[in-house]
């Protein structure tokens, strides 16, 4: 097994210009996210008829974006609502067979589910499985792991036991596995707890049966995930029907919807903007990377060594490990499917605004992974050039923009009025500027209707306890979406990318789920 795929930071080369040069990729991220604002203030102070040039220009890049990505945003919302209406299970059993998978046919996939589970009430955990057994797929080709972790105590222990009690004779097979703490090698959380389970059920289930790797579809689903009936077959349909679906990972759309009536209206919008962010990745599955549950097959996660132990982002992790495992013949399938997932509620609303920041910074340490694969590519030369450039510029602008764009937009857009001194105030241009800047800004958050359209549509059935202007506030809420963007996208985003810059590795945040209505 290749050393590097196996890096989960700069301290785990051994060899000292490795180390410094991994090192350099991991400040990367933050330094030039902390030199564009800084040279935007600069150039506010020292020249700002062009600080005020660049604005409008940036602006301008941002409403084309905007358009852009909301054109991409209505095609992945019209196939999911197309493909939740579509019969998989019929339409998975007139699959014609594989050749790349030696001639198998549905009846031969199994699909093994993966859930990690730490504190979380026993109630949810029922809701997740119960979902599963409900699924429109052959019982007798499910797997079902329940993957609890040691350092939750009793708790965790007595989680494995309600589950085995309830589930353990549903599916074809069912075990919970207890994860021990303080593994070498390991950083608790979410990915060290999915290997160790990964593990266990092959050692004690498919080499016992001898159950071929390429028969299973493995589903890594967050604890609260509820999957719609026809999740398997879906999924397995786009298996068989894959290009290469053994060097495929498949991604449906998280749709935030379990608890959403219960979460307060800044959960509510960026519950619906990491929906709506994940449709548009969708659209464009060239730029797509795997985002919390996903399904991989069997036999890559074997050839890859399981999900790495040792980082936060474990789950868009994988498909890097797997584009560099397979010198670059790795792609991301988009399901067009929803699995339905928990918005950011906590006891209080103060604690629910403390959640949301520690799970966006924690989403935002995802810029692990651009030290990660740069360092790759440099080692693997079978990658080709254009490959290599054309992930990294993608990626290297997506994790730029997350700290930069909001910041640049609605803050420092203004600076050079306030700055720019007097010459520069009582200029055309210094006139001019609020009101170009202000008109591009409103027609760009003109999308913001369509925004509220759609989350009013993927709106579950309304409890009895919310009145009829419920409604109303569920469509006004996206008048937060700019704050939204500035302090739980751009500030947890610098602050993360911060973290690593300075070598403050952070560890897996777990996000405490809180349903009132559980």
């Keep these: 097994m290749t050393d590097y795929l196996h890096v ?37 102070f020292k020249a700002p008829v062009f600080a005020t040039f660049f604005i409008i220009l940036f602006d301008l890049y941002w409403l084309v974006k905007t358009v852009y990505l909301s054109v991409l945003i209505r095609s992945s919302f019209t196939k999911m609502r197309q493909n939740l209406k579509v019969d998989w299970p019929n339409r998975l059993v007139a699959v014609g067979k594989n050749p790349r998978l030696l001639g198998m046919t549905h009846q031969d996939v199994y699909n093994l589910v993966i859930l990690p589970a730490y504190n979380e009430p026993y109630s949810i955990v029922r809701e997740s499985l119960t979902a599963i057994f409900r699924a429109n797929y052959p019982k007798d080709k499910m797997i079902v792991v329940l993957a609890a972790e040691a350092r939750a105590g009793i708790h965790g222990v007595e989680l494995a036991r309600q589950a085995e009690a309830e589930f353990g004779q549903a599916f074809f097979r069912f075990i919970a596995t207890v994860h021990p703490s303080d593994l070498p090698g390991e950083l608790a959380g979410k990915g060290s707890n999915e290997v160790w389970a990964g593990q266990q059920v092959k050692k004690q289930i498919i080499d016992t049966l001898n159950i071929p790797y390429n028969r299973i579809i493995v589903s890594v689903f967050d604890i609260d995930t509820v999957v719609p009936t026809d999740f398997f077959a879906c999924l397995t349909w786009h298996y068989l029907t894959a290009v290469d679906p053994l060097h495929s990972s498949f991604q449906p759309i998280p749709v935030f919807t379990n608890n959403i009536w219960e979460a307060p209206a800044f959960a509510r919008v960026f519950a619906f903007s990491t929906t709506f962010w994940q449709m548009i990745q969708q659209a464009r599955k060239e730029q797509m990377v795997t985002f919390s549950s996903h399904s991989v097959g069997f036999q890559a996660l074997v050839d890859v060594g399981f999900w790495h132990k040792n980082v936060v982002s474990e789950d868009s992790r994988i498909y890097w490990q797997c584009l560099l495992r397979y010198d670059g013949d790795w792609q991301t399938v988009p399901m067009h499917y929803p699995v339905y997932m928990d918005a950011n509620v906590g006891p209080t609303f103060w604690q629910t605004l403390k959640n949301q920041y520690k799970q966006i910074r924690r989403w935002h340490y995802g810029a692990e992974n651009n030290p990660y694969f740069m360092f790759g590519f440099s080692k693997n030369k079978k990658i080709s050039k254009r490959q290599k450039w054309h992930q990294t510029l993608i990626q290297v602008e997506r994790t730029h923009s ?3 764009n909001a910041l640049i937009i609605f803050l420092l857009s203004w600076l050079p009025l306030w700055v720019g001194g007097l010459g520069f105030s009582t200029s055309i241009l210094s006139y001019n500027l609020p009101r170009i800047t202000s008109a591009i800004l409103n027609i760009a958050l003109l999308g913001l209707v369509t925004s509220a359209i759609m989350s009013i ?20 809420q996206w008048l937060l979406f700019p704050v939204n963007f500035i302090f739980f996208g751009a500030i947890p985003a610098l ?11 952070m560890g897996f945040w777990v996000t405490p789920k809180d349903r009132r209505s559980a």
């Design 8 to 44: 989960g930071r700069a301290s785990d080369l051994a060899d000292s210009r490795d180390r410094r040069f991994y090192r350099f990729l991991e400040i990367l991220p933050g330094f030039l996210a902390w030199l564009t604002l800084a040279l935007v203030v600069l150039i506010s």
């Design 495 to 505: 602050d993360a990318q911060t973290r690593l810059m300075l070598g403050r590795y």
């Design 402 to 404: 997350s700290p930069t």
């Design 457 to 476: 549509i993927l709106l579950p059935e309304k409890p009895p306890q919310y009145g009829k202007f419920k409604w109303l506030w569920m469509a006004l």
